[in-house]
């Protein structure tokens, strides 16, 4: 045993397959991550103190699912399907792979209708389409888990499944009590894998809320998948790499990092015509602000949109913070009507000239008159900010959100 990585020879195991080790009493799962020759490389799912040398190793000759059921609904369970909520395991006769089906892509519904999250900025100026997948990208302490737990609960989605991935552990018992309550968990499931589970463990938790959307979706229900972070998954599985004698290629991060965010991202979207969807939301932490991290970079080039949020917003009390100049929904154009896209693109562009022009109005030196737009900006700038603002308590539908956006232009 070398860091977190399991040495085994004298047994025979594909990749991927799971194996049990026995030793001084104690039975612990792995997976096989790799191998050399006749010596396999394998990672625990749980905690491996206890292990002696010469401990035996028993392939299981199969890779691990997990029993599904709409029991899920309202429960807690961690990354291997095990309840965390303290109530029994809640076992169907659907049994679901952890790594899912390929889908066809020519096969996809084709993403023409929205929607409703609850937030009214989002659904007025940043649309979201079913089987969209958007990123979410923030710092810590920014307000991103808040806002996530909104979109649970305000949804119009038939179903929501959060995953916690590398979160540390109160924030995974406040996300669900607090900031997902009671509305919120009565149609949801939640997969917690926190900062203290194996890295493997993590991984497991982020693929276990995929195929749990996806058995969802295969009943023709409107899922919303919201997994806080995809950064937490990209760094379990650099751990995994790097243990396992990979070498580092950007930052760190060895290139199975970069193969595997892909493979987890498009296994959302919609289902075959007339099915169902799941509209996904994956959270992706700036280290530092540094908008050129590694990870983040990978995910806006693979996910259909993001939402900034801003730091310096998040500290001036305003709350959901998004960055309305740095944000994009790529399906929006195709969702909505011609005039609703207008509409947003004048508010954005009011706000670009807000933001542009803060210095120069700052000093004094803008004199009324010099820019008509400005002047049109500077004359809504309350109405835009409390616009962009909204109480966490409180959800606004589309259609609310669409009619105050045509109210304050009209202004």
């Known amino acids: 045993m070398v860091g977190l990585t399991l040495e085994a020879v004298g047994c025979q195991a594909a990749y991927g397959e799971r194996c049990r080790i026995e030793s001084g009493g104690r039975e612990i799962d792995a997976e096989v991550v790799g191998f050399d020759g006749d010596r396999l490389y394998l990672m625990p799912t749980g905690h491996v103190e206890g292990i002696q040398p010469n401990a035996r190793v028993l392939p299981l000759e199969m890779e691990e699912r997990i029993s599904v059921s709409d029991a899920l609904l309202g429960r807690v369970i961690d990354g291997a399907g095990r309840p965390l909520d303290g109530l029994p395991a809640a076992y169907g006769h659907t049994e679901v792979s952890l790594h899912g089906p390929q889908v066809n892509p020519l096969m996809r519904a084709p993403i023409d209708e929205g929607i409703d999250v609850g937030v009214r900025a989002i659904n007025a100026l940043f649309r979201v389409g079913r089987g969209q997948r958007m990123g979410l990208f923030a710092g810590p302490g920014v307000g991103k888990s808040t806002l996530l737990g909104m979109m649970a609960r305000y949804t119009s989605a038939d179903v929501v499944v959060v995953g916690l991935i590398g979160e540390r552990g109160r924030e995974v018992k406040e996300f669900i009590e607090h900031i997902l309550g009671e509305e919120g968990r009565a149609r949801a499931v939640v997969i917690a894998a926190p900062a203290d589970s194996p890295p493997l463990m993590r991984l497991h938790g982020a693929m276990l809320a995929n195929s749990i959307a996806e058995y969802f979706r295969d009943q023709g229900k409107q899922v919303l998948l919201l997994m806080d972070s995809l950064t937490r998954y990209a760094q379990a599985q650099r751990e995994i790499a790097l243990s396992t004698g990979e070498l580092p290629a950007t930052r760190g991060y060895p290139p199975s990092v970069f193969a595997k965010l892909p493979a987890l991202v498009e296994r959302a979207g919609n289902g075959p015509e007339g099915g169902g969807s799941i509209t996904a939301f994956y959270t992706v932490l700036t280290e530092g602000e540094d908008s050129s991290d590694p990870i983040a970079e990978a995910a806006r080039a693979i996910l259909d949109g993001h939402i900034l949020l801003s730091r310096e917003l998040a500290e001036g009390g305003h709350f959901p913070a998004i960055d309305v100049e740095s944000s994009i929904s790529r399906v929006m154009p195709q969702i909505v009507l011609p005039s609703h896209l207008a509409s947003a693109t004048t508010l954005r562009r009011l706000y670009s000239k807000l933001q542009q022009s803060r210095d120069l109005i700052a000093v004094g030196a803008y004199q009324k008159g010099s820019d008509p737009l400005l002047d049109q900006a500077l004359a809504l700038e309350p109405q835009i900010m409390a616009f962009?603002?909204?109480?966490?308590?409180?959800?606004?539908?589309?259609?609310?959100?669409?009619?105050?956006?045509?109210?304050?232009?009209?202004?």
Do not use: M
């Open 388 to 411: 962009l603002q909204q109480p966490e308590q409180q959800g606004i539908s589309v259609a609310e959100s669409e009619q105050a956006l045509q109210q304050l232009l009209a202004d």
